[in-house]
């Protein structure tokens, strides 16, 4: 789970982004994805989410349309366990096999 200012974000074992504002109780899920979403984080100057999954995929979504997608990135073969935007265009990824990248 990641909270951002009102945001409350989670990424779920049933392969869905859900995404809860507090202040209103509105619930946004996203697409039912084939793998596992597993971590994430904000980037470009808070306009995009950054998810990674349990197959290596990392998924970039557009803030406030969490339905699907705006971008894809094949990552590595093993799932991103944990992700850590480090610069507005720069995220370390963690994965099972124990390697940063």
């Not at 951002?4 to 507090?22: E, F």
């Not at 306009?47 to 699907?68: C, D, P």
Request: contains cysteine.
């Amino acid at each position: 789970m990641y909270i951002h200012y009102n945001r409350c974000h989670r990424a779920t074992a049933d392969s869905q982004l859900y995404i809860i504002i507090i202040i209103v109780k509105l619930l946004l899920q996203s697409e039912v994805y084939e793998a596992e979403l597993t971590s994430m984080g904000i980037m470009r100057s808070e306009t995009k989410l950054l998810v990674g999954s349990s197959q290596g995929m990392l998924y970039l979504f557009n803030w406030g349309q969490f339905g699907y997608h705006s971008d894809e990135f094949p990552g590595v073969k093993y799932a991103i366990n944990c992700l850590l935007p480090v610069t507005e265009n720069i995220v370390v990824c963690a994965g099972e096999d124990g390697v940063l990248r």
